[in-house]
């Protein structure tokens, strides 16, 4: 069965600074999908970014990116100019490719201090 | 294009009661994923539709069912509540062209509390 690790509970990061959160999953498919999701107070689930498996290349959106290591199945967001509005919990999240059905992580809360 | 929609946004039941809770995709898209959001066990699969038919389920009791309409809208029933059923419960839509995985898109969920 697929899971899917994030060690840190809680992180915290200074206005204007950057901020690595961490992911590792576990699967026996080659090909497959990494998301991460935010979720504000507002319980809203927003898509921070998305990573196919088959891609080498990592996965940027603005101030997102990640370091997709396909063979330690490790899969981390760095926030670049951290801004209060990132402040939420931020859910690290695993797809087969054919499939449907997203399995996350634990979560990660993010505090944004100014 | 307007995001997905649940409703209601909040419910309030009794234990052994039983509830609907309904999710409009985002136009044009046929997938309906739902989850349970809780504090202890996190965000966990309930099922999946595409098409009207179930293609995936999680791990509950048969106590949770779904179905899905042909205008790919899609409700979910609780029956016989209890109190570990208070939760959030999200919907997510995807595109699903070809029945590839697309990404999911969510609703802002539905706060349950089972008293």
């Known amino acids: 069965a697929q899971t899917v690790t994030q060690s840190q509970p809680e992180m915290s990061v200074q206005e204007a600074e950057t901020v690595t959160l961490s992911c590792t999953y576990d699967t026996s498919e080659s090909d497959y999908y990494l998301f991460w999701y935010k979720q504000p107070p507002s319980r809203q689930m927003i898509l921070v970014i998305r990573q196919e498996a088959y891609k080498q290349q990592n996965a940027t959106e603005n101030r997102f990116s990640v370091n997709f290591q396909k063979a330690a199945k490790s899969f981390s967001l760095k926030i670049s100019d951290s801004q209060l509005g990132d402040a939420a919990m931020y859910f690290c999240?695993?797809?087969?490719?054919?499939?449907?059905?997203?399995?996350f992580g634990q979560g990660t809360e993010l505090s944004v201090k100014p | 294009k307007a995001g997905v929609t649940q409703t209601p946004r909040y419910l309030i039941k009794t234990r052994g009661q039983q509830v609907t809770l309904s999710c409009s995709p985002i136009s044009g898209h046929r997938s309906v994923s739902w989850y349970q959001q809780t504090p202890g066990q996190g965000l966990q699969f309930l099922f999946e539709?595409?098409?009207?038919?179930?293609?995936n389920k999680g791990n509950f009791p048969g106590r949770f069912s779904g179905r899905q309409f042909s205008n790919s809208r899609s409700e979910m029933n609780v029956s016989t509540l209890e109190l570990g059923d208070s939760a959030l419960y999200l919907c997510?839509?995807?595109?699903?062209?070809?029945?590839?995985?697309?990404?999911?898109?969510f609703g802002p969920g539905t706060r349950l509390t089972v008293l």
């Open positions: 997510a839509s995807s595109l699903l062209e070809g029945g590839s995985t697309d990404t999911q898109y």
């Open positions: 539709y595409f098409s009207e038919t179930q293609r």
């Open positions: 999240a695993y797809s087969k490719l054919l499939g449907g059905k997203l399995i």
